[in-house]
């Protein structure tokens, strides 16, 4: 069965400062990931995706993530963090298994606390 | 567009009421989800519909119900409420396209407490 797993709960980091957060998968063939913000009472908003190609993976807001094969690894970063980055987010790896082309598989979620 | 909206924001339900969570989506999207969200268990997936007419279950289906008659709407329905109902549930849509590999658009959410 495909998974993902956020290992941090949270993640407390100065403004300013590089910020990682971290996410690990267990796919049967290529893995799709996905990475989503959530801000308080929102929706999920889109991030970044990896398909295939380059390792590192840019998106919105100034968010990249690292795609490591060999530690089955999907980090986001950003070199410099704001405080409105805090937020909660959510990595994710597309289903492919059976027939479910289009479910997604959700990490638990790790919450980003910038500090001023 | 609006994009994806979800009614109602807020609900409270006494156990054993039904209702029904309502979803719309203009993007004109072939793909729809529900899905709750609970602390420390992230999102989880309730049912899934890949177009109209079609619907499918998704982890955690028992108590609750979906139908797809229109590409726009995709309500999920709580026949007999219970107090393991309370959650933050969401709907998300997407499309086909780049080999499926699409990101989802989400709706704001529906906060539901069921005492």
């Known amino acids: 069965?495909?998974?993902?797993?956020?290992?941090?709960?949270?993640?407390?980091?100065?403004?300013?400062?590089?910020?990682?957060?971290?996410?690990?998968?267990?796919?049967?063939?290529?893995?799709?990931?996905?990475?989503?913000?959530?801000y308080p009472n929102r929706g999920l908003q889109f991030l970044l995706k990896y398909i295939t190609g380059d390792n590192l993976v840019k998106g919105s807001y100034g968010f990249e993530a690292e795609f490591n094969k060999s530690q089955t690894s999907f980090h986001l970063k950003k070199p410099s963090a704001l405080v409105s980055d805090s937020a909660l987010y959510f990595c994710a790896v597309r289903d492919i298994s059976g027939s479910g082309t289009y479910k997604y598989i959700f990490g638990t979620g790790t919450r980003l606390k910038v500090l001023a | 567009n609006a994009g994806v909206t979800q009614t109602p924001k807020f609900q409270v339900l006494k156990t054993g009421q039904s209702m029904t969570l309502q979803c719309a989506q203009d993007m004109n999207h072939e793909y729809m989800s529900w899905y709750r969200q609970d602390p420390g268990m992230g999102l989880r997936l309730i049912h899934y519909s890949v177009g109209a007419g079609i619907t499918d279950q998704g982890e955690v289906p028992n108590g609750y119900n979906v139908s797809r008659s229109t590409t726009e709407d995709f309500p999920l329905r709580l026949l007999s409420a219970a107090p393991s109902q309370t959650s933050v549930y969401f709907c998300a849509s997407s499309y086909s396209g780049q080999g499926g590999v699409v990101p989802q658009y989400f709706g704001p959410g529906t906060r539901l407490l069921v005492l």
């Open chain 1, 1 to 38: 069965a495909q998974s993902v797993a956020q290992p941090e709960d949270q993640v407390n980091v100065a403004e300013g400062n590089p910020l990682t957060v971290k996410c690990t998968y267990s796919v049967s063939g290529n893995p799709y990931l996905f990475w989503y913000v959530q």
